[in-house]
């Protein structure tokens, strides 16, 4: 990224610029008839230079900024544009203007003019250049193009590039999802309708810059699948199945621009632009770009970018898809000032088609891109319906929004950031890829959201659950036991930097077999990185036995922080399984995407009944399933360590397996794969697997299947499933999710 340097001896705001007309509308000129129009862009003398805007802002906040930087704009223009409008409606009348539209985002005007109205004005003492628009209008813009039609379903529960890039530990850990900040996602229009977007789409900011009405929906009546699929990756919340978005907390809104290559196209980003720098947008995301063939007017490109800047918006641009050659960054990716993405896979490698810098075009040669962002086989909403995904696009137009989202993050975390002061953070937290430093390949290297917001100086305190440990019982045994009372100690780590203050914690739980008899802890002033642990004390009653599970909520409130709750379950495993599938669900829980495990009649080893993963009407199951059957907690002896089960399966489908896991841990969030299966096995065979490994520690385990897309068979069938082991009730913990204030799991 450029940075601008500001004298403090430079205190004009505005700065004038030699008149001239380019070559470019002058061939032009040459070769139109007399009464035909030329899109032309009238540039006035008075501008407002980068040094004069920082003087206008030194010291105040962006909200305070940006009302004064949009005010001089528009005054400047209405002063400025005075008298050279009055002659171009003279020159209307006259036959020799047609349409004619005022900017201020830039103190210039466009017009369509005859030749003889072109060579009057540039004599205009107050034009001081006049060029012709971007003249390719057959070609698209959009930078992002998927590799087939074909829609996805909630595959997997976070898209890989929300991961790779840790937005979802951004969420998880520091309790940061995007909340209160604005983004603009400016491209093709976008199905706001869908589930993942609408509950945080901001109708008010919204708007259709190509029909010039208030709805960017789109054409079609289902909106358009580029503009939707990056809106998806910036702003989507996962309610429909999939988070693809890396800011779910955003308040989200939608410009639809027209993309095409030609001037009708500047002038509707640059409109977009000038609605952003005037709403308080904090984000806006273009994924489009010029080739140097089109004629972009850069000029235009970075004044009106300098200036959307300098309103406290910041710009993220996709680099283009031109790559591997080097200088092939598109307009406005190549403009000095904005955040220019490169495109990445799920390997850290940069994609062959991202382009490359360096940006030559102004006034001196700058590295581009300047962050990379995942951008291969993207997963994201899709516009043929509000449920829909599509995955396999490729493109820069699928990087850019991923980075977006990071800075609505960031700015969630610490909204007094400038744009430059975005830049330089994600550029220093990035992954660098390349050779050390920032280079016209990768940039500064593949955006990191956790480490992003963790260089804040000032990042805001988040409390987590840590440790949670029983530290008194009635036996002693330091296991939960019917009818004991327990003190549990449950610890609290601040995430933040910043010191949490006055933290007060309240202990409840639903489960008729648990009266809580200490309910409140005082956790005092918890500084950043800093743990402290406090006791509670509950009683369970009589009839509880193994195996059980307790859910409970800790209420917290700070001076500080908002009020959230943190949810943990306490277990009493049990130390054998004896489930011959005949008299209901035992103590299995199902679960997963496209979940199909039922107890099922159609086949089974003895007599009657085996679980089943697949069709409740006969043979086939479902395309990209991720179903699960899994255990209560668990705690059995090494001596007989011993899973056993009958299984038949019908698993035609090189991709289509099943697999039986067991967990590494007691929380159930890492998983070895003990044994699986695929093929087709029409007979129930036997399967015996020991687990001495894992014994005299807490455990789930779980039956596991998942498929692709393609044929069917009759799906996967359990039966007569047995675990052996003497009768053992212990008391383990494992902290199962953590529900904050914004609900996100």
């Known amino acids: 990224?450029?940075?601008?340097?500001?004298?403090?001896?430079?205190?004009?705001?505005?700065?004038?610029?030699?008149?001239?007309?380019?070559?470019?509308?002058?061939?032009?000129?040459?070769?139109?008839?007399?009464?035909?129009?030329?899109?032309?862009?009238?540039?006035?003398?008075?501008?407002?230079?980068?040094?004069?805007?920082?003087?206008?802002?030194?010291?105040?906040?962006?909200?305070?900024?940006?009302?004064?930087?949009?005010?001089?704009?528009?005054?400047?223009?209405?002063?400025?544009?005075?008298?050279?409008?009055?002659?171009?409606?003279?020159?209307?009348?006259?036959?020799?203007?047609?349409?004619?539209?005022?900017?201020?985002?830039?103190?210039?005007?466009?017009?369509?003019?005859?030749?003889?109205?072109?060579?009057?004005?540039?004599?205009?003492?107050?034009?001081?250049?006049?060029?012709?628009?971007?003249?390719?209008?057959?070609?698209?813009?959009?930078?992002?193009?998927?590799?087939?039609?074909?829609?996805?379903?909630?595959?997997?529960?976070?898209?890989?590039?929300?991961?790779?890039?840790?937005?979802?530990?951004?969420?998880?850990?520091?309790?940061?999802?995007?909340?209160?900040?604005?983004?603009?996602?400016?491209?093709?229009?976008?199905?706001?309708?869908?589930?993942?977007?609408?509950?945080?789409?901001?109708?008010?900011?919204?708007?259709?810059?190509?029909?010039?009405?208030?709805?960017?929906?789109?054409?079609?009546?289902?909106?358009?699948?580029?503009?939707?699929?990056?809106?998806?990756?910036?702003?989507?919340?996962?309610?429909?199945?999939?988070?693809?978005?890396?800011?779910?907390?955003?308040?989200?809104?939608?410009?639809?621009?027209?993309?095409?290559?030609?001037?009708?196209?500047?002038?509707?980003?640059?409109?977009?632009?000038?609605?952003?720098?005037?709403?308080?947008?904090?984000?806006?995301?273009?994924?489009?770009?010029?080739?140097?063939?089109?004629?972009?007017?850069?000029?235009?490109?970075?004044?009106?970018?300098?200036?959307?800047?300098?309103?406290?918006?910041?710009?993220?641009?996709?680099?283009?898809?031109?790559?591997?050659?080097?200088?092939?960054?598109?307009?406005?990716?190549?403009?000095?000032?904005?955040?220019?993405?490169?495109?990445?896979?799920?390997?850290?490698?940069?994609?062959?088609?991202?382009?490359r810098g360096p940006s030559t075009h102004y006034d001196e040669e700058v590295v581009k891109p300047d962050v990379v962002a995942p951008g291969v086989d993207c997963k994201s909403c899709y516009a043929s319906g509000d449920f829909d995904y599509q995955s396999g696009w490729d493109g820069t137009s699928m990087a850019a929004p991923h980075v977006a989202g990071t800075i609505a993050l960031l700015l969630q975390a610490a909204p007094e950031l400038t744009p430059e002061q975005v830049g330089d953070l994600l550029e220093a937290n990035a992954v660098d890829l390349g050779p050390p430093g920032k280079d016209n390949t990768s940039g500064a290297g593949r955006i990191d959201a956790l480490e992003t917001l963790r260089a804040l100086d000032q990042l805001p305190p988040h409390l987590l659950l840590e440790e949670i440990a029983v530290l008194h019982d009635d036996d002693g045994d330091g296991q939960l036991g019917p009818g004991e009372t327990i003190e549990l100690s449950v610890g609290l780590l601040n995430n933040g930097n910043l010191t949490a203050r006055e933290v007060q914690a309240v202990l409840s739980c639903a489960d008729a077999g648990v009266t809580i008899t200490k309910n409140t802890a005082d956790y005092g002033d918890l500084d950043g990185d800093a743990a402290v642990a406090r006791g509670f004390v509950f009683e369970l009653a009589w009839y509880v036995s193994a195996p059980d599970e307790f859910t409970f909520q800790l209420e917290l409130t700070a001076d500080n922080c908002e009020p959230g709750e943190r949810e943990f379950n306490l277990h009493i495993p049990t130390a054998t399984i004896d489930d011959d599938v005949e008299n209901g669900e035992w103590h299995w829980r199902t679960l997963g995407l496209q979940d199909q495990w039922h107890i099922s009649e159609q086949r089974a080893h003895s007599p009657e009944h085996s679980w089943k993963c697949g069709s409740t009407n006969g043979d086939g199951y479902g395309d990209y399933l991720d179903s699960r059957l899994l255990s209560p907690m668990l705690y059995f002896s090494p001596a007989d360590a011993v899973l056993s089960f009958w299984t038949s399966y019908d698993l035609p489908d090189d991709g289509d397996v099943g697999l039986v896991e067991i967990s590494k841990d007691a929380v159930g969030e890492e998983w070895h794969t003990l044994v699986s299966f695929t093929g087709e096995q029409d007979e129930f065979v036997h399967q015996s697997i020991g687990l001495a490994r894992y014994a005299e520690k807490p455990v789930f385990l779980r039956f596991r299947m998942r498929t692709d897309l393609g044929d069917d068979g009759a799906g996967w069938f359990i039966d007569d499933i047995r675990l052996s082991g003497e009768a053992f009730d212990a008391g383990w913990l494992a902290i199962e999710s953590e529900v904050g204030e914004d609900g996100v799991l």
């Not at 006035?44 to 920082?54: F, H, I, W």
């Not at 540039?122 to 001081?128: E, F, L, T, V």
């Not at 806006?284 to 918006?313: E, F, H, I, M, S």
């Open 1 to 355: 990224m450029k940075r601008i340097f500001i004298s403090l001896t430079i205190l004009v705001l505005v700065a004038p610029i030699s008149a001239v007309m380019t070559p470019f509308l002058r061939a032009e000129l040459a070769e139109t008839a007399p009464d035909d129009f030329i899109p032309c862009y009238l540039t006035l003398t008075e501008q407002l230079e980068p040094a004069a805007a920082a003087a206008l802002t030194a010291g105040l906040d962006r909200e305070e900024a940006r009302e004064v930087v949009v005010r001089h704009l528009r005054q400047t223009a209405a002063v400025e544009q005075a008298a050279l409008l009055q002659r171009l409606e003279e020159l209307r009348r006259a036959g020799l203007v047609g349409e004619v539209r005022p900017f201020w985002i830039v103190n210039f005007i466009f017009a369509e003019l005859t030749p003889t109205a072109v060579e009057e004005l540039a004599q205009h003492p107050d034009i001081a250049r006049l060029t012709r628009g971007a003249d390719a209008p057959d070609e698209w813009i959009g930078l992002g193009t998927p590799r087939d039609q074909d829609e996805d379903p909630a595959l997997r529960d976070i898209a890989w590039g929300v991961t790779k890039i840790k937005a979802d530990e951004v969420w998880s850990r520091l309790g940061i999802t995007g909340a209160g900040v604005i983004l603009v996602v400016a491209d093709s229009g976008q199905r706001y309708t869908h589930l993942d977007l609408q509950d945080r789409y901001l109708t008010e900011l919204s708007y259709d810059f190509k029909d010039d009405d208030a709805d960017p929906y789109g054409d079609t009546g289902s909106g358009e699948t580029h503009g939707t699929f990056c809106a998806g990756i910036a702003a989507s919340d996962g309610d429909a199945g999939t988070n693809a978005g890396v800011a779910p907390g955003v308040t989200y809104t939608a410009h639809r621009v027209l993309m095409s290559a030609d001037y009708q196209g500047e002038l509707s980003v640059w409109t977009s632009w000038q609605a952003a720098a005037e709403q308080g947008v904090d984000v806006l995301v273009n994924a489009l770009g010029w080739k140097d063939a089109w004629n972009p007017d850069r000029y235009t490109w970075q004044a009106a970018a300098r200036n959307t800047l300098a309103a406290g918006t910041c710009l993220v641009v996709a680099a283009g898809n031109d790559g591997p050659e080097p200088e092939t960054i598109r307009c406005p990716g190549d403009v000095p000032e904005v955040i220019t993405v490169g495109a990445s896979d799920e390997n850290d490698d940069v994609w062959v088609e991202s382009s």
